[in-house]
């Protein structure tokens, strides 16, 4: 069965450090792949995607995520974070066909000053 | 980018009665609109998927009769809680993708927060 793992459940980083967020999914094929971001009693606002090509994807901002295909990861980065950064974060998967969207559970981002 | 309003934004209603939830696709036609559902600190799940024109699929262990959608139209959705419980008290998250998307991106609404008392 498909799955998206998110091994972090909340992450702690303080204010311009390095952010890594991490995605693995479980899918016989290469799936379309997301980050999501949502604020607290939102909705979900797309970070970036990867369809095909370049392994490489940028997103707004600032955020760059990784697809590593060997690993069937799909990691968040960012160089430096603000505190607006502060948000639940989820990895999902959509599934070729009928373009349904499995979710990881989430990882909370704290921000600290 | 294309929006996905949701109305009513939070709903408090009476154990016992039926609500309706709304999500419009306000500048693009969505052949196709998801419903999900979030308990708090959790992610989403998946409850049934809408195409227009037609009846929805659940996902397993949805109720159909519990949760009614209807896709009449390319812009709206509707979601009605019936003989709502404390239960379903929950946020309710809608998604469409739009005609001609061929590349799965989801656009969300904002939610809506539903408490039954």
């Known amino acids: 069965a498909q799955s998206v793992t998110q091994p972090d459940i909340h992450i702690t980083v303080s204010e311009g450090a390095s952010l890594e967020l991490r995605c693995n999914y479980s899918?016989?094929?290469?799936?379309?792949l997301f980050w999501y971001v949502q604020s607290p009693g939102q909705g979900l606002q797309l970070l970036l995607k990867?369809?095909?090509?370049?392994?490489l994807v940028q997103g707004i901002k600032g955020f760059e995520a990784e697809f590593k295909r060997s690993q069937s990861s799909f990691n968040l980065r960012k160089p430096s974070v603000h505190w607006s950064d502060a948000a639940e974060y989820f990895c999902?998967?959509?599934?070729?066909?009928?373009?349904?969207?499995?979710f990881g559970a989430g990882t909370r981002l704290f921000v600290k000053a | 980018g294309a929006v996905v309003s949701q109305h009513p934004s939070w709903v408090i209603c009476k154990s016992g009665t039926s609500v309706k939830i709304e999500c419009r696709s306000l500048?693009?036609?969505?052949?196709?609109m998801f419903w999900y559902r979030q308990f708090p600190k959790q992610s989403l799940m998946l409850m049934a998927t809408?195409?227009?024109?037609?009846?929805?699929?659940?996902e397993q262990g949805v109720e159909k009769d519990k949760f009614l959608i209807n896709h009449a139209s390319l812009t709206l959705s509707t979601l009605t809680v019936t003989s709502a419980h404390p239960e379903d008290s929950s946020f309710y998250i809608c998604?469409?993708?739009?005609?001609?998307?061929?590349?799965?991106?989801?656009?969300f609404g904002e939610g809506s927060r539903l408490t039954v008392l």
């Open positions: 899918y016989g094929a290469t799936p379309y």
């Open positions: 990867y369809f095909s090509g370049d392994t």
């Open positions: 809408s195409n227009e024109g037609s009846k929805a699929t659940y």
């Open positions: 999902a998967v959509a599934l070729t066909g009928g373009f349904k969207t499995i």
């Open positions: 500048d693009f036609q969505a052949t196709t």
């Open positions: 998604s469409a993708r739009g005609r001609g998307g061929n590349t799965g991106e989801l656009f």
